[in-house]
């Protein structure tokens, strides 16, 4: 069966992602896309844009902030509620306390 596109595009940042080395160059690339726009005047940065679309994106700014604050809280949650069994070490010492 096809691959819808979602799936295919899922599957491409994956395979990008899967690689920290291809995964760097593809993040300094885009830096280096967004510094020539703004040099060359294709894109302006936050300060020089007009006051009505200054005021939007800087509005955005914090509900994007919260969002993204919120994943990681969720991520954290999910990690820390894994149930895993003590360590070696934490037995060995637990059982020398329960000796003495």
């Keep these: 069966m096809a691959l819808s596109n979602a799936e295919r595009q899922r599957r491409v940042r994956a395979n990008r992602d899967a690689i920290p080395d291809e995964r760097e160059k593809y993040l300094m690339k885009?830096?280096?896309?967004?510094?020539?726009?703004?040099?060359?005047?294709?894109?302006?940065?936050?300060?020089?844009?007009?006051?009505?679309?200054n005021r939007s994106i800087r509005d955005r700014w914090p509900i994007q902030k919260r969002k993204d604050r919120a994943?990681?809280?969720?991520?954290?949650?999910?990690?820390?509620?894994?149930q895993t069994p003590p360590s070696s070490s934490d037995e060995r010492q637990s059982n020398r306390k329960r000796a003495q």
């Design 30 to 53: 885009g830096r280096e896309r967004y510094k020539h726009e703004c040099n060359s005047g294709k894109r302006k940065p936050v300060e020089q844009l007009a006051e009505k679309e």
């Design 71 to 82: 994943r990681e809280r969720e991520t954290r949650n999910i990690f820390d509620n894994i």
